[in-house]
């Protein structure tokens, strides 16, 4: 393995000294998320691996271009699990996109974000150098933690080589109850569910359809669904549907169109637009699927509604990208983006405006 970080680094090398642009790829699975691809392709694929997994101490460490579904079948050995959910969308998905994407599925909201267990991270960034962040432990992380922030960068601050990922044990029992009720109602349940001692673990909202996944000991489970009420969904059935959310094969996210992520505080209200939408993490995540693509004006309007509310919108999949795939930086916060990424990227050849 290190002769191909050895060619990795000549690679990129010269492309520091040539000028040329790199376009930082594992299997390709997300090549359609973020702004326009660019650049050469530096395929991580050939750097494979588990390097460690230390069950006893919830933690694997894995070189970048490994397989998702490997970590995942070598942790489902072990009765362990990647907390949050990380989608594939695509069998050639690898761990090191699924830390530059940062991309969570339908358990996010109850056990946390890609970068909450991200416990460090080996870069190489666009000088050639070797550069170690973090640690294999939750009591080394200090300070600035470059590590995770490396988490959703999209390969713009470096080749990430190696990352080491907290992992949990996996729920003793789990639970989907469905409930027939309108959007406000809805939002209004699971904001109330939030404020109480429920093991909620998903939840999704769409098409007057509310379901909800109880994840935990024996005992909370039971407890939580005879508090609750709700119809109880048959266990393979709940099994693909929440898997369907996950990587985007339920039938909301079929046809033609653009979809929008909205981010919001879950205790905002129903937002008004055109186009369907489906609700997930108590009302943080909410989809927007538009028939067809909005204009810049569309765009405005959509951020807009959105920000009044408190939040932000991403331009997921589809649509004209000219809008702008993200949502605009604040002056202050987009300043910080361009310093770090000269620091770890001097001369710029890193997945070049694939953000902003």
């Keep these: 393995?290190?002769?191909?970080?050895?060619?990795f680094r000549h690679t990129i090398m010269a492309a520091s000294a040539a000028g040329t642009l790199l376009r930082l790829r594992g299997g390709g699975s997300k090549d359609w998320y973020g702004q326009q691809l660019a650049g050469e392709v530096l395929d991580t694929r050939a750097y494979t691996g588990i390097i460690d997994y230390e069950p006893t101490e919830l933690v694997i460490t894995a070189r970048c271009g490994t397989p998702l579904a490997?970590?995942?079948a070598a942790l489902a050995a072990r009765n362990q699990m990647l907390a949050f959910e990380p989608p594939h969308f695509?069998?050639?998905?690898?761990?090191?996109?699924?830390?530059?994407c940062a991309l969570s599925g339908p358990r996010r909201a109850s056990a946390g974000a890609v970068r909450d267990f991200v416990l460090g991270a080996v870069l190489m960034d666009g000088r050639g150098e070797r550069l170690a962040f973090g640690g294999q432990v939750m009591k080394n992380v200090a300070g600035y933690d470059v590590s995770r922030l490396l988490a959703g960068s999209m390969g713009t601050l470096g080749l990430v080589l190696d990352v080491s990922l907290k992992v949990l044990p996996l729920p003793l029992r789990e639970a989907t109850l469905r409930f027939d009720c309108a959007e406000i109602a809805a939002l209004r349940m699971l904001n109330e569910?939030?404020?109480?001692?429920?093991?909620?673990?998903?939840s999704c909202w769409h098409d007057g359809v509310l379901m909800l996944r109880l994840s935990g000991a024996e005992a909370a489970v039971c407890a939580a669904q005879a508090t609750l009420g709700g119809s109880v969904v048959a266990p393979e059935d709940a099994s693909a549907y929440w898997i369907s959310l996950r990587e985007q094969t339920h039938g909301f996210f079929d046809g033609a169109g653009s979809l929008w992520r909205l981010s919001l505080p879950p205790h905002a209200s129903a937002v008004i637009l055109k186009g369907r939408q489906l609700i997930e993490w108590g009302g943080a995540q909410r989809w927007l699927k538009l028939d067809g693509d909005a204009d810049a004006a569309g765009a405005q309007r959509i951020r807009q509604t959105v920000a009044a509310a408190g939040g932000h919108a991403t331009l997921f999949r589809g649509g004209d990208k000219a809008v702008g795939v993200f949502h605009p930086l604040a002056p202050a916060v987009a300043?910080?983006?361009?310093?770090?990424?000269?620091?770890?990227?001097p001369a710029g050849i890193f997945n070049p405006q694939r953000m902003y």
Excluded: C, N, Y
């Design 1 to 7: 393995m290190q002769a191909i970080v050895e060619q």
């Design 70 to 72: 490997d970590i995942e």
């Design 90 to 100: 695509g069998p050639g998905a690898t761990v090191g996109g699924t830390l530059a």
């Design 193 to 202: 569910w939030a404020g109480k001692p429920l093991p909620i673990s998903a």
């Design 335 to 345: 300043l910080i983006h361009q310093r770090l990424a000269r620091s770890f990227d």
